[in-house]
């Protein structure tokens, strides 16, 4: 935007520099009642007194970040040892949510591959093939995975009448569950931003490179890779992302048996326990995991942008 | 054709505008999800020329969050459980109905006149009653079912099956029970033997689920599942070879309750709602739709017949007491709470 209000004529760019303050105007306000706002909200609740079932006294506190990280016994009266409770529920939704991510690439870069090296004619096709079962709302799809993975449902049906297995396999309430409806859920947000990075790719470097003698692997390794992986992290980051706060799949596939992050602030929100400034902080340590891992790939961004320049 | 379209406007405008206009008032319900039939709504409306507007919620936690949060002005009426009455009240939100105030007043069951959870009746009628226990698939398991060993320490074909609600009250109301021990202990023994106990139990536990207590009975993923009667008595309709279980050790029974809100934009049509509820006739119409029991006197000459006779209204002689879930104070609760958060990390 900056480089084409530069290149038009000095009055023209000094018209555009005053006009874009204004056109800019609804983004801001947007971006601040809908983003900016609620965060700081969030975050000024974790700081304050939680009330008995649910909401705040205006008193600012620690406790909710204590209660986060430091264990002080069922009746709260010994000294301060690590909470091993939370951080393992991080820990299990952020190795869902990576082996989500990793499945979905597994899977999502040949699909995106395959759509971008067909005819441009029938590409629209693919992407729309890909898309329609999203067109569905998640929570159908998640109750639909149920049915599919139950004891007597269509999947078992078929793995002992093809005598892949001989008894139905207990697949519902597993975490295995919860990892295909992870990956069924957010597939296409992998396969699409590999997929447009795919498309503009060159091709005639793969040429290129199999005419200086370099194998398949080697081409894909060292020239379409590197070209697409932008497409990739983004791709990775959108599964990431979303798979880290989910709570359907792991409430309606895992059996909720274990909480995942999502489903541990809900609780202090809807639950018994109405702990609002712990589920808001809660909610700001996830912020904060999530910003990071963004700031890296901003980063990463800006470096390859330096390199081609 | 551009006529057409102008005409169409302005008669949809003039009906919404009659529509508007001929409704006398209005009244807005908070209400469970899929808990009260359309055409006895329709009937009050048509009665006594109201607006309803009606959103719902999903357990009595969410009704208070939702609650507090800011949506006290916006309803007239809502429907809590007995526990969370009490709770509310103390929360201060909600009103007093005036004596002489609801005229049908009388009609409420002299059982359910004077509560523990709303003394006198102050705040709130009764909307219907029930109780929360578990249901066997006879199927898989014959032997004797009355007993909380099913859902804590259950015999080996079992064991691997059970879906549990995912709610904390009903759970460990029910582990209470089962030890023996009071709801609201300040015991520090006790307290660690029952989340000891819950921690072995969890071993036999498939899931835990509310919304799907009914659907997993009947689909066979689990053979026994902690549920509500009248859900359970629909479980057993829908074909499932489900039994209802009365423990000796004593299950949960609950009542829902319709309470009067505080700073309730409709309050004379709240009462008249009130009142419309009541009525033995209409309040049966509810528990023919959900199944459960009403707590108003007559209403049973309304009701289905089969609903008097359901198993999963009637424990048997050896059936223990059904006891409501108790409300503790900050200090006992947030170790409840603890022990809920170990149970499901």
Known sequence: MAGGAAGGGGTQGDTYKEARTWLLLPTWVTLSILVLVPVLLMLVYSFLTKEFRGGVIWEFTFAAYDQFFCDRGLFGDEPCSIEWTYLNIFWRSIWQAGLATILSLVIGFPTAYFIATRPARVRPLWVFLITIPYWVNLLIRTVSMRFMLREEGPLNNFLVWSGIADAPLQMINTNFAVQIGLFYSYLPFMVLPIYAAVERYNFSLSEAAADLYASKWTTLRRIVLPAVRPGVIAGCILVFVPSLGAFLAPDLLGGAKNFMIGSLIEEQFKGNAGNWPFGAAASMILLSMVLVILMIYARQQARAGGEER | ?345
């Open chain 2, 1 to 345: 054709m551009k006529n057409i379209l102008k005409s169409t406007i302005a008669a949809s405008a003039l009906l919404a505008a009659a529509g508007a206009a001929q409704a006398e008032g209005k009244l807005a319900i908070y209400h469970w999800f899929e808990y009260i039939p359309q055409e006895l709504l329709d009937k009050f409306a048509a009665e006594h020329d109201v607006e309803i507007v009606m959103d719902t919620y999903d357990s009595n936690e969410a009704l208070l969050a939702s609650l507090k949060a800011g949506a006290m002005g916006t309803y007239d009426v809502a429907v809590p459980g007995d526990y969370m009455v009490k709770i509310m009240a103390g929360e201060g939100l909600l009103d007093t109905i005036g004596e002489g105030e609801l005229s049908n007043k009388g009609n409420i069951a002299p059982k359910w006149a004077d509560p523990a959870f709303d003394p006198g009746r102050r705040h709130s009628i009764p909307y219907q009653w029930g109780s929360t226990s578990f249901m066997v698939n006879r199927d898989v398991y014959q032997g004797d079912i009355n007993t909380t060993d099913i859902l804590f320490n259950p015999p080996a074909e079992l064991s691997g099956k059970i879906n549990m609600l995912d709610s904390q009250g009903e759970v460990l109301a029910m582990a209470s029970l089962h030890m023996g021990i009071p709801q609201c202990s300040t015991d520090r023994e006790q307290l660690k033997a029952l989340n000891d106990m819950l921690q072995e139990a969890k071993q036999h536990w498939a899931s835990f689920n509310s919304d799907t207590a009914k659907e997993v009975l009947v689909s066979g993923d689990v053979a026994v599942g902690q549920i509500y009667d009248g859900f359970g008595a629909k479980a057993r309709a829908e074909g499932a070879n489900v039994e209802y279980a009365f423990p000796t050790q004593g299950y949960v029974v609950w009542m829902d309750n319709v309470v009067l809100l505080k700073d309730a934009p409709n309050r004379e049509n709240a009462l008249k709602f009130m009142d419309f509820l009541l009525e033995p006739e209409n309040i049966a119409a509810v528990s023919n739709y959900a199944r459960y029991g009403a707590g108003v006197t007559g209403a049973g000459e309304h009701m289905d017949p089969e609903l008097a006779t359901q198993p999963e209204s009637n424990p048997p002689e050896t059936a223990g007491a059904g006891v409501f879930i108790e409300v503790c104070d900050q200090q006992t609760q947030e170790v409840y709470d603890r022990i809920w958060t170990a149970l499901k990390k």
